[in-house]
């Protein structure tokens, strides 16, 4: 990441000073490369920020590091395209500024939009159809708030779910939890089961007291747990590593392990199974104890073009569905933003699952 920041205010700054030359290659770097080296240690340090003001620099240095990613795009672009046809200076620059603004206007809206993804799941064991409702990631905090809690809930009063199952990531950082402490109330006009395990987010968060959230509202927090709803047998598990041999700078070390708690808690192998954790891992352990359906976000599909390119390299089940022999594998893209609230190749999403019984 370093890397490609690095490279990136340097080739920018490059061409800058080639077809805009108000500044020399030093002064278009100092410009570029102090900016975004600020504004990304501001980034760190307001990870949490306390006051109005500081959400604002919080909110500006989030922005701007997307800004520089799209505008060391189109610079390439504008370069690639300078191969085959004669550009002017003045369309070179001008050009790599237009797209850039316009990827993210696109991209901003894009991430406000809330899309439907609905698929069809047979398993075993289950007898009677449910239409779930799978969520993740809405990441509460600096960029998104109660509005966004009555746009998803809204959503879901149309879709008309039986149940809804949420995979973690629900606030973003302390940021809002103490002062906005009725910001899951809209969750109180839904009538049907609502499940959640948490994921690395809300441990920054604090889990106590969104534990307390979510009993007012009404949300079921599972934590390692098994729960029921009609015929399926739910696996609620905290957000952990899959084995004693796996390594994830997301994830707390500690004695508990998918496998480990797999092992302690009674599952009934004969029963349609669902099991829930934040990041899409374990599949081994879980295809191990017969489970049918696993639900899982964290990865947002990568959120950003030209990152998305490069998901396997991120994550082995980026999004959508998958297959591990017979578990079914479902990774959101989420709801909520990392960083800014900006969206290319990507999308926000509630995925609706119609689960049925398999023969």
Same mark, same amino acid.
């Given at each position: 990441?370093?890397?490609?920041m690095?490279?990136?205010?340097y ?13 020399s290659?030093?002064g !278009? %770097? ?6 975004? /080296?600020?504004?990304?240690?501001? *980034?760190?340090? @307001?990870?949490?920020p306390?006051n ?11 922005y !701007?590091l /997307? ?13 690639f395209?300078?191969l ?5 200076s003045?369309?070179? !620059?001008?050009?790599s500024?237009v797209?850039?603004? *316009?990827?993210? /206007?696109?991209g ?9 993804k609905e698929i069809?799941?047979? $398993? #075993? ?10 969520i993740?990631?809405?990441? %509460?905090g600096? =960029? !998104? ?11 879901i009063?149309?879709?008309?779910p039986?149940?809804?199952f949420?995979t973690?990531?629900l606030?973003?950082?302390k ?6 402490t009725?910001?899951? #109330? ?8 609502? =499940? ?10 604090g889990? +106590? ?12 927090f599972?934590?390692? +747990?098994i ?6 047998? /739910? $696996?609620?598990?905290?957000?952990m590593?899959?084995?004693?041999n ?6 707390? *070390? ?8 797999? +092992?302690? $808690?009674?599952?009934? +192998?004969?029963k349609?199974?669902?099991a ?9 352990? @879980?295809?191990?104890?017969?489970v ?5 976000g964290?990865?947002?599909?990568v959120?950003l073009?030209? =990152? ?13 569905l998958?297959?591990?022999?017979? %578990?079914?594998?479902f ?22 699952i ?6």
């Amino acid at each position: 990441m370093f890397g490609l920041m690095g490279g990136g205010v340097y080739y920018v700054s490059n061409r800058f000073a080639l077809f805009l030359p108000l500044m020399s290659f030093g002064g !278009w %770097l100092s410009c570029f490369g102090g900016l975004t /080296i600020v504004l990304f240690v501001l *980034l760190q340090i @307001l990870f949490e920020p306390p006051n109005l003001f500081l959400k604002s620099i919080y909110k500006i240095s989030a922005y !701007w590091l /997307i800004i520089m990613l799209y505008l060391f795009v189109s610079v390439l672009l504008i370069d690639f395209i300078g191969l085959f046809i004669w550009l002017s200076s003045t369309t070179r !620059w001008l050009s790599s500024l237009v797209i850039t603004i *316009l990827c993210m /206007i696109y991209g901003v809206i894009n991430a406000r939009k809330l899309k439907i993804k609905e698929i069809t799941i047979q $398993i #075993e064991n289950l007898e009677k159809a449910i239409k779930i409702v799978h969520i993740s990631d809405i990441h %509460l905090g600096s =960029f !998104w708030g109660k509005d966004r809690v009555e746009q998803i809930v809204t959503k879901i009063q149309e879709i008309n779910p039986d149940v809804i199952f949420n995979t973690g990531d629900l606030y973003d950082n302390k940021a809002f939890i103490d002062e906005d402490t009725d910001i899951l #109330e809209p969750f109180q006009n839904l009538s049907v089961p609502h =499940f959640f395990v948490y994921g690395n987010h809300d441990e920054y968060a604090g889990l +106590e007291k969104i534990a307390k959230r979510l009993e007012k509202v009404g949300i079921k927090f599972l934590k390692n +747990e098994i729960a029921f709803f009609n015929e399926i047998q /739910i $696996i609620g598990l905290n957000d952990m590593l899959k084995d004693e041999n796996a390594i994830d700078l997301h994830t707390k *070390l500690s004695a508990d392990t998918i496998k480990s708690v797999l +092992e302690k $808690i009674e599952i009934d +192998e004969n029963k349609a199974t669902i099991a829930l954790h934040h990041r899409p891992d374990g599949c081994e352990h @879980l295809k191990a104890k017969k489970v049918n359906l696993f639900l899982a976000g964290h990865t947002h599909g990568v959120q950003l073009f030209p =990152f998305t390119l490069f998901s396997k390299a991120f994550f082995t089940y980026n999004k959508g569905l998958y297959k591990y022999k017979d %578990l079914n594998i479902f990774v959101s893209q989420g709801i909520g933003t990392i960083f800014a609230p900006v969206r290319l190749g990507t999308r926000s999403e509630i995925a609706v699952i119609n689960l049925g019984g398999g023969s």
